[in-house]
């Protein structure tokens, strides 16, 4: 199976024009959208839809870093894949590229997204059935290789 076929891959998603900033490029908050909106995909896959939430329990992400590696412009076509790297009781980390049409990486997006029970809210674990969809997951993914942006931290460099 070849790494794609095995990552999740979100519908095709376009740039919009009130997206763009003054540098006539998209603007960084909205590769965080469109991860966003990706990852609803995913999420509704793995039992996370708006019916989930209704229930009681949603997900709130703790942590998400974007490695910007090239320019997207109006009218672009864009999709997500994710990759589901650990996963426990009440927690998940993932790992996202955000991918031209043409073939070409955009961005990364790494994130640690807790399971949270609204009457709280508070963090909790969560139901078999999606644990069992997270394993399942978790199994497709296992052989692929770690992403290189993954596990990364911000700072500077000193020599």
């Known amino acids: 199976m070849s790494e794609q076929a095995a990552l999740f891959r979100s519908s095709e998603m376009k740039v919009r ?5 003054f540098n006539g490029h998209l603007n960084m908050a909205y590769y965080n959208v469109l991860f966003d909106q ?17 229930g009681g329990c949603t997900t709130y992400v703790a942590e998400f870093h974007v490695c910007y590696l090239r320019e997207l412009h109006e009218g672009d076509s864009v999709y997500t894949t994710f990759q589901l790297l650990d996963y426990d009781e009440k927690r998940f980390h993932c790992f ?11 961005a990364t997006g790494e994130g640690l997204t ?6 709280g809210p508070r963090v909790a674990p969560m139901p078999e059935a999606i644990l069992a969809k997270l394993e399942q997951m978790h199994r497709a993914h296992a052989t692929l290789p770690k992403p290189e942006q ?7 460099r000193r020599t």
């Open 17 to 21: 024009p009130e997206w763009i900033d």
């Open 38 to 54: 990706g990852v609803d995909e995913a999420y509704a896959q793995l039992g996370f839809g708006p019916d989930y939430q209704r």
């Open 96 to 106: 996202q590229q955000l991918w031209h049409v043409d073939g070409w990486l955009a």
């Open 114 to 119: 807790l399971h949270v029970d609204q009457s």
């Open 150 to 156: 993954a596990g990364r931290k911000i700072g500077i």
